[in-house]
């Protein structure tokens, strides 16, 4: 059998177009592909090869979700493995987000941050 992996995931955001500009200057990603999208939306998909997120928004206004973690099926952060934390932390400080929730831990270390729209990212590196 083979195994499976993850290829996306798909969030909802304000400005999918910053969003994708920022991801891709803080990770080196690139967007592999962007346009129309479902319910009259519009996508960008930014990541590597194998992977990416899907960052969407609808034309409508949307409200913001509560403390995802006290959501049934809320989606708590994005997990992101880096070669070089520092280096990615300070790129997030230079983009005027905060950072918390620092740890070292077998066997890697992280740090968390709050993205646009309040989306959770935890940075992770094993190096």
């Known amino acids: 059998m083979t195994q499976a992996f993850l290829e996306h995931i798909n969030v909802t955001v304000s400005n999918p177009q910053a969003t ?42 949307i409200e913001p979700m509560p403390n995802t973690y006290q959501v049934l099926g809320g989606l708590n952060h994005i997990g992101i493995v880096v070669d070089d934390l520092d280096v990615v932390e300070q790129r997030v400080l230079k983009m005027g987000y905060k950072t918390h929730s620092h740890g070292d831990y077998e066997p890697g270390r992280r740090f968390y941050f709050k993205g646009d729209d309040k989306i959770e990212f935890e940075i992770v590196s094993y190096s």
């Open 20 to 61: 994708a500009n920022r991801l891709c200057e803080l990770f080196g990603w690139t967007i592999r592909w962007s346009g129309a999208s479902i319910h009259g939306g519009e996508s960008y998909h930014v990541g590597g090869e194998e992977s990416y997120l899907a960052i969407y928004s609808q034309p409508a206004e």
